[in-house]
């Protein structure tokens, strides 16, 4: 069965620094390009970045990008969220998961297949 | 950047009821589109992925449909654990992901 379970969160000052983690289980983890959404209190979500398998190619979007990086040890089987500089707009919960794919012959379709269960960012002071 | 624009917001339907939401994309995206479920205070769960492919595990009362810029789905049947929100999601291969704002299906 795949897992997925998110560590980290918490209550931080507005500037501070926070490293989310996400413990994965249930499938072989280096082979999925992972994910973290996230969502404010009573909104809708927000897609946060992607990794690739091999940790190297790595998308953000743009209210994150230079704050936030995403990485990953296949080793361990965990992906993380290092973020800094946060901000109040970044009180979410945020949701590890794991990449599903379709292959057609002339393109790729990517969805997101697994859910963890989340785990709760608080910017305040 | 593509936008993404869910109607209605929200609605009320019975247990029985055909409901269906529609997603409009600001570009046109091909069938780059997903739908999920998110029930109150649970993860969001794949329903329908590139516009139409209903996942294996999800009965056929949930359905999917469009190309381009105009793209539906369709709960023909609700059921009690479908009262939840609906999210329409496009991916840009992997670079870009943008989810709707969501619509609140409800009693």
């Known amino acids: 069965e795949v897992q997925l379970v998110e560590s980290g969160g918490g209550l931080v000052q507005p500037g501070g620094s926070l490293r989310l983690s996400c413990a994965a289980s249930g499938f072989p983890f280096g082979n999925y390009w992972m994910t973290w959404v996230r969502q404010a209190p009573g909104k809708g979500l927000e897609w946060v970045a992607n990794?690739?398998?091999?940790?190297?190619?790595?998308f953000y979007v743009d209210s994150v990008r230079g704050r936030f990086t995403i990485s990953r040890d296949n080793a361990k089987n965990s992906l993380y969220l290092q973020m800094n500089s946060l901000r109040a707009e970044d009180t979410a919960v945020y949701f590890c998961?794991?990449?599903?794919?379709?292959?057609?012959?002339?393109?790729?379709?990517?969805?997101?297949?697994?859910w963890g269960q989340g785990t709760r960012v608080a910017v305040a002071s | 950047d593509i936008q993404l624009t869910q109607s209605p917001s929200s609605l009320s339907a019975s247990v029985g009821d055909r409901v269906t939401i529609t997603c409009q994309a600001s570009?046109?995206?091909?069938?780059?589109l997903n739908w999920y479920r998110q029930r109150p205070g649970k993860a969001p769960e794949i329903l329908i992925s590139d516009a139409s492919n209903l996942e294996t595990e999800f009965p056929s009362r949930f359905s999917g449909g469009g190309s381009g810029t105009h793209f539906t789905f369709t709960i023909s049947g609700l059921q009690p654990e479908d009262f939840a929100t609906y999210y329409c999601?496009?991916?840009?291969?992997?670079?870009?992901?943008?989810f709707g704002q969501g619509t609140k299906v409800e009693v």
């Open positions: 990794i690739k398998q091999d940790g190297i190619q790595k």
């Open positions: 570009q046109e995206i091909r069938n780059y």
């Open positions: 998961a794991r990449v599903g794919v379709n292959y057609y012959y002339d393109s790729s379709g990517y969805y997101i297949n697994h």
């Open positions: 999601q496009h991916y840009d291969n992997v670079r870009l992901w943008t």
